[in-house]
């Protein structure tokens, strides 16, 4: 496969639209309505696709927009600059999107890659004094080098495969971490087994597990005989800490070193690689602590609540709590726990954004706890599920690597199909 490869303004590529807000746009907002995609609808979204959005506007807000629908191409310019996604949904985009449509001689699962690649180009020649706006005619006017319309088709093929790959990956593990919180829910929150002896319902876990189960809930409304604790009862809450950033000799290390930026998409749970990694003597050198994998992570000042566990062992910042189980409670139990801790801080907080996370915000959240046996019951159920999430992550992580290592050989021309079909050959 080859051909003469041209040089092409993205101009003659395809129609570029940019998205238009109604204003006063407080005035548009509704509780039910058209979705409204926003800039953190992107980087939320942890495909190439927009499937939901966090806002709505009126039905009649269309007219004041720019409408998409499922499939288009739209690319982000302002705020953060330069992101491609498809449009999974019909939904409007605000003025802070460019809408690509009717594209000629490029396929657009190859645009979307060549985007990506182009991005910091084209981010560099934006402009704004607080964020790098992207303006219409910076897309219009830019040159890409473009091979044939059969080889935009092979090459996007090559890159979407791994996409696909990860993207399965993480639908996968979504219903993983969805069945785990449930039976979380199930037998601590909802004391599902309780209830359903009290109404004579048939038992629906083993028997030996059944009888684990007291028979009535007592006077305060929780199991029989299981004790109300403070959570930090229930867990060693472990402090972090920054080497001193001056320190050249504290950094590049083997060591990851967990900061919120690190927090893995909510299906995946598990982080298994961090942005920055410090040495033994930044680790010596600060109050930061070696966690081992396993131990939940929360973020606990700045962006509060992120939550992840350590899938190697690792170090965190200040920002952040490292939780481990006390007596019988396992990691994962303890992962649920701190995941159900952080729903009800934002109950609590009616829905606002709680600002930070203390000590003595364990001691006063409490909670009715099993008898060990039921512990360590929960965690023989749910450790293969969470095996099967880190194995994932960890699968997805070398997918990625890969993917971003090909993209730019293969969009530059440095790299041909067939040399990178056979190198994926011998990575199966």
Same mark, same amino acid.
């Given at each position: 496969?080859?051909?003469?490869?041209?040089?092409?303004?993205?101009?003659?590529?395809?129609?570029?639209?940019?998205?238009?807000?109604?204003?006063?746009?407080?005035?548009?907002?509704?509780?039910?309505?058209?979705?409204?995609?926003?800039?953190?609808?992107?980087?939320?979204?942890?495909?190439?696709?927009?499937?939901?959005?966090?806002?709505?506007?009126?039905?009649?807000?269309?007219?004041?927009?720019?409408?998409?629908?499922?499939?288009?191409?739209?690319?982000?310019?302002?705020?953060?600059?330069?992101?491609?996604?498809?449009?999974?949904?019909?939904?409007?985009?605000?003025?802070?999107?460019?809408?690509?449509?009717?594209?000629?001689?490029?396929?657009?699962?190859?645009?979307?890659?060549?985007?990506?690649?182009?991005?910091?180009?084209?981010?560099?020649?934006?402009?704004?004094?607080?964020?790098?706006?992207?303006?219409?005619?910076?897309? $219009? /006017?830019?040159?890409? @080098?473009?091979?044939?319309? +059969?080889?935009? *088709?092979? %090459?996007?093929?090559?890159?979407?495969?791994?996409?696909?790959?990860?993207?399965?990956?993480?639908?996968?593990?979504?219903?993983?971490?969805?069945?785990?919180?449930?039976?979380?829910?199930?037998?601590?929150?909802?004391?599902?087994?309780?209830?359903?002896?009290?109404?004579?319902?048939?038992?629906?876990?083993?028997?030996?597990?059944?009888?684990?189960?007291?028979?009535?809930?007592?006077?305060?409304?929780?199991?029989?005989?299981?004790?109300?604790?403070?959570?930090?009862?229930?867990?060693?809450?472990?402090?972090?800490?920054?080497?001193?950033?001056?320190?050249?000799?504290?950094?590049?290390?083997?060591?990851?070193?967990?900061?919120?930026?690190?927090?893995?998409?909510?299906?995946?749970?598990?982080?298994?690689?961090?942005? $920055? /990694?410090?040495?033994? @003597?930044?680790?010596?050198? +600060?109050?930061? *602590?070696? %966690?081992?994998?396993?131990?939940?992570?929360?973020?606990?000042?700045?962006?509060?609540?992120?939550?992840?566990?350590?899938?190697?062992?690792?170090?965190?910042?200040?920002?952040?709590?490292?939780?481990?189980?006390?007596?019988?409670?396992?990691?994962?139990?303890?992962?649920?726990?701190?995941?159900?801790?952080?729903?009800?801080?934002?109950?609590?907080?009616?829905?606002?954004?709680?600002?930070?996370?203390?000590?003595?915000?364990?001691?006063?959240?409490?909670?009715?706890?099993?008898?060990?046996?039921?512990?360590?019951?929960?965690?023989?159920?749910?450790?293969?599920?969470?095996?099967?999430?880190?194995?994932?992550?960890?699968?997805?992580?070398?997918?990625?690597?890969?993917?971003?290592?090909?993209?730019?050989?293969?969009?530059?021309?440095?790299?041909?199909?067939?040399?990178?079909?056979?190198?994926?050959?011998?990575?199966?």
């Amino acid at each position: 496969m080859g051909g003469e490869w041209t040089q092409v303004a993205f101009s003659k590529l395809c129609d570029i639209t940019r998205g238009a807000s109604p204003r006063p746009i407080n005035d548009w907002f509704a509780d039910v309505g058209i979705p409204w995609v926003k800039i953190s609808d992107a980087n939320s979204a942890q495909s190439r696709y927009i499937t939901k959005t966090g806002q709505y506007i009126k039905p009649e807000g269309r007219k004041k927009s720019v409408e998409v629908r499922p499939g288009d191409l739209i690319l982000s310019n302002s705020a953060t600059p330069g992101i491609p996604k498809f449009m999974g949904i019909n939904a409007c985009i605000h003025d802070g999107w460019l809408l690509l449509r009717n594209l000629r001689n490029l396929d657009k699962q190859f645009a979307y890659y060549l985007l990506l690649h182009e991005r910091p180009k084209l981010v560099a020649q934006g402009n704004g004094s607080v964020f790098t706006n992207l303006k219409t005619e910076i897309l $219009k /006017n830019h040159l890409v @080098q473009l091979p044939p319309i +059969s080889e935009q *088709r092979a %090459i996007a093929h090559i890159l979407g495969t791994l996409d696909d790959k990860i993207e399965l990956n993480r639908r996968r593990n979504q219903t993983l971490e969805a069945m785990a919180r449930a039976l979380f829910k199930d037998w601590f929150v909802d004391f599902g087994p309780v209830r359903a002896k009290m109404e004579g319902r048939e038992p629906y876990l083993p028997a030996d597990l059944w009888q684990r189960f007291p028979d009535r809930l007592d006077d305060e409304g929780k199991p029989e005989a299981w004790e109300m604790q403070p959570l930090s009862e229930l867990l060693t809450i472990i402090g972090g800490g920054t080497p001193k950033t001056s320190a050249a000799e504290y950094w590049g290390g083997d060591i990851p070193w967990f900061s919120v930026v690190d927090t893995p998409p909510a299906s995946d749970v598990f982080v298994v690689a961090t942005e $920055k /990694n410090i040495t033994a @003597q930044g680790l010596a050198g +600060s109050s930061a *602590r070696l %966690i081992p994998k396993g131990t939940t992570i929360i973020s606990a000042r700045g962006t509060v609540g992120n939550l992840a566990i350590a899938g190697c062992d690792m170090t965190f910042n200040q920002s952040c709590y490292g939780l481990r189980g006390t007596d019988s409670a396992g990691d994962y139990f303890v992962y649920l726990t701190a995941q159900q801790m952080v729903d009800q801080l934002k109950s609590m907080a009616h829905g606002s954004v709680f600002s930070t996370i203390t000590r003595q915000t364990f001691e006063a959240i409490q909670r009715p706890i099993s008898p060990p046996a039921v512990l360590a019951a929960f965690e023989r159920l749910v450790t293969g599920s969470f095996d099967s999430i880190l194995s994932s992550a960890e699968e997805s992580r070398t997918l990625a690597h890969l993917r971003d290592t090909l993209l730019p050989k293969l969009i530059s021309g440095e790299l041909r199909i067939a040399d990178a079909e056979r190198f994926l050959e011998t990575r199966s």
